[in-house]
């Protein structure tokens, strides 16, 4: 999912090849069609690359984002992907998940359970775009500054 | 593009009022929402919640339809509205016709008009974004934009590409926004067309001016050929011998297709066969004209798009600086 979910899903798929030979096929959404928060912002946010090169029809779908926190952008992106095709199913593997669910969505796969507050936010940095590999916790203060 | 870039228009009244970022921003989303055209389920619920009206003054079948079905792809409430088949047959002015839908609560407005200026004035009736989808002789900017797209996604890039626009110059509004859009994106534009369908003073639309066809189909990379439009003026006998003569002197043909290997052709629709085109000409794979078609969808998407962001920016000021990412 993008932007830094398909970093860390172009990790998993060379990690795959590697352990077992097993070539994954490999797409990129982008949500935004589909996002319910929008509305509540000030610009509309950038449309990013869809690329789903392969029929997701009877396949087994892994969705990978960086930080799972209300669970919105998962619920998007699962509309998303129904749109596409009828997969046999969807796991969802996250890097961090923060809590703070809003809707009734768990992951499968896990890299670090952070527990957090709801004034604080993750971030994940990936090498591939950011320069290097790291979670960042930051508070954030009432007017959007960071503490 | 620099980075600090934001797309900030309210409005798309002509291309005259968009720099070359918001065009460039705009024939980039549009790539996004093309995409969407080729899924199994083409449909996305982005404008879920908005209401739009398609207000034609003047007939159109293309654009209408594809200014209605950019809307419906994208799941907006959509009301259709023409002249014909309205209150302005029991004499309703424009404006209480447009105060009236205005107070139907409807987010967007699109608009087609013979009088140049109907858009912006409208801009001044009514809060609602406002899309021209032209305006008289003035603008057509939906149509220049799709063009820039086809350009773009078939040339690869539109800085430096040579573009010939052929035909009645004097009424297009399809001219005007293209060489607009076209050189601010670094495209170089000749018009032509035989003197009586030349403005008074041509060159003062800003593009190379031209009366021999295949000089200019030797320059260009790209023909757009403009429709005759016959319904639009009483005085095409006393402006050009024959429509026949026309095709004679102005017309692409295959002999030309062949003179010139590398010529691709558009056309902005509905063709005159015979006439702007040849038979051939139109169906041979050197010309984009359906690939047009199916852009227009994309492009009136991505605009409608990003219109719809401005409006919610106006009526609502309870945005924070913070946006909370929604993980």
Redesign the interface.
Known sequence: MQSRGVFLAKRIQSAATKLSGIELDFGVL?I????D????????P??????IPFDLYDRDIVLV??????G??VRSAM?AIL???RPRSIKLCCMVD?GHRELPIAPDYVGVDVPTKENE??RVRVAEMDGEDAVDVVE?TK???ER | MPDEY???QKHLLGLADYSRDDIAYVLN?AE??R??LD???P????LR?KTIVNLFYENSTRTRMSFELAQRR?GADVVNFSASASSVSKGESLRDTIQNIDSMKMDMVVVRHKSPGVAHYLTRCVDAAILNAGDGAHEHPTQALLDMFTLQQKMGSLEGLKVAIIGDIAHSRVVRSDIIGLQKMGAEVTICGPSTFMPLFPETLGAHVSYHLEETLGWADVAIALRIQMERQSDVPSRIPSLGEYHQEYGIKMEHLEMFPDLKIMHPGPINRGVELQDAVADSDRAFILDQVTNGVAVRMAVL??L??SI??ES?S??????????
């Open positions: 982008d935004t069609f589909y996002r928060d929008f509305r509540t912002k000030l610009k509309m950038e449309v990013k690359v869809t690329d984002d960086d930080v799972l926190y209300t919105r952008t509309s749109d596409y095709g923060r936010e993750v954030m007017d959007g500054g | 934001q797309f900030s989303q996004r929402f995409e969407v899924r199994p389920v449909k996305i619920p982005t919640d994208m798009y990003l719809s962001g919610e920016a609502s309870r945005g924070t600086a913070s946006e909370r990412p929604s993980s």
